[in-house]
């Protein structure tokens, strides 16, 4: 009775002759056909796949932040220790993604400009040269964790020997700082087989200028004191050719010349004088594209770990006198032919034995 009322009085103001019944009747027609506006069909539910597709998405998404920020406070809270290892295993993962990543676009950019490895920026060469070490040692403890139930174990022994199985991405900061003062003191433990070697082979000098030089050379390093540019660039041409040059070096002398390197010793001469060639090609190279850039142009970090890659435990040295013996390296580095890379290779061990 109320809806023939209210259809009526529609159609007063209207002016249509329509009835109360025809009105009806002709309201259920649009309904039975969905075209009738009302409630039912509002336009707010006309919303496109896509649109509820990437409303799910964002809802998971903050969730998904939500829960994990819970989660990490927990393991804060709870478990201190296993939250360090935890955060830092997950930040190296980030970063190593983000190194393969850049990687990959440094290599692209060769391939399509026809770009070689020495043509490239000094930051770029940088980056190479440490993923592929990076690299390197990621693919060896893949091969360890190939037999079956080999990744727990391998998971293990990464807990058990950190410094050994992973990269530094791995490291937490105390340990950073612990294996590189590690792995110098390794080092040095090669220093005094090195200098033997140079005393030993002064007799076969055969000028007798570069005699006298080398043996001043050796005294002031034995007394302490730390050789300056022009002492080191006197002994160029000793190095050049024999007793040692890069093709004449003994067996013994390129073992202990690796090690200062970290480079593994137990390979074959032959392929350790390649190995040992093509490391102390690469660092000309980017001594080269460095004194392009200009020392003042990188960072803290950059300045240290450039330094430490060349033989001084940035470590325990200022920032500031990092910077002025990387000056001195590039000095002696950039006035080197590549003949006389083998000055270049002993300078590892001749540069910084007294530095710090």
Same mark, same amino acid.
């Given at each position: 009775m109320a809806l023939s009322r209210v259809c009526w009085a529609r159609t007063v103001l209207c002016g249509s002759t329509v009835t109360p019944g025809s009105y009806v009747t002709r309201r259920l027609q649009l309904v039975r056909y969905g075209l009738a506006w009302g409630p039912p069909w509002s336009s707010k539910l006309h919303v496109s796949p896509k649109t509820n597709v990437k409303s799910l998405i964002s809802y998971v998404v903050a969730k998904t932040k939500v829960i994990n920020g819970k989660y990490h406070r927990f393991l804060d809270r709870h478990f201190p220790r296993f939250y360090v290892l935890y955060t830092t295993f997950m930040k190296g993962l980030q970063m190593i993604w983000a190194d393969a990543k850049k990687a990959r676009r440094i290599k692209t950019n060769m391939w399509k400009h026809n770009i070689k490895f020495h043509q490239l920026s000094y930051r770029e060469m940088e980056h190479l040269r440490q993923f592929r070490r990076d690299v390197t040692k990621?693919?060896?403890?893949?091969?360890?964790?190939?037999?079956?139930?080999?990744?727990?174990?391998? +998971? !293990?022994?990464? @807990? &058990?020997?950190?410094?050994? /199985?992973?990269?530094?991405?791995?490291?937490?900061?105390k340990q950073q700082i612990d294996f590189l003062n590690i792995y110098h003191a390794i080092r040095k433990q090669s220093h005094p087989e090195i200098l033997c070697y140079l005393e030993k082979i002064i007799p076969l000098i055969s000028d007798e200028g570069l005699q006298w030089h080398m043996t001043e050379l050796c005294a002031k390093i034995q007394r302490g004191t730390h050789p300056a540019v022009h002492d080191i660039l006197a002994l160029r041409e000793c190095f050049s050719n024999h007793p040692l040059g890069m093709d004449q070096l003994h067996a013994l002398q390129m073992k202990a010349?690796?090690?200062?390197? +970290? !480079?593994?010793? @137990? &390979?074959?001469?032959?392929? /350790?004088?390649?190995?040992?060639?093509?490391?102390?090609?690469?660092?000309?190279?980017?001594?080269?594209?460095?004194?392009?850039?200009?020392?003042?142009?990188?960072?803290?970090?950059?300045?240290?770990?450039?330094?430490?890659?060349r033989g001084l435990n940035s470590t325990l040295v200022a920032e500031e006198r990092c910077r002025t013996w990387l000056a001195e390296w590039l000095q002696i580095s950039c006035n080197l032919k590549e003949a006389e890379l083998s000055l270049l290779l002993h300078n590892v061990v001749l540069l910084s034995i007294n530095y710090e």
């Open positions: 990621c693919l060896f403890v893949g091969i360890l964790s190939i037999p079956p139930f080999a990744n727990y174990l391998v +998971f !293990l022994l990464m @807990y &058990l020997f950190p410094r050994q /199985l992973l990269i530094q991405h791995f490291w937490t900061p010349l690796s090690r200062a390197m +970290f !480079l593994t010793p @137990y &390979l074959p001469s032959f392929l /350790l004088r390649r190995r040992l060639k093509t490391h102390t090609t690469v660092i000309h190279q980017l001594d080269k594209a460095l004194a392009k850039l200009g020392i003042s142009h990188l960072t803290a970090q950059e300045v240290r770990s450039a330094c430490y890659v």
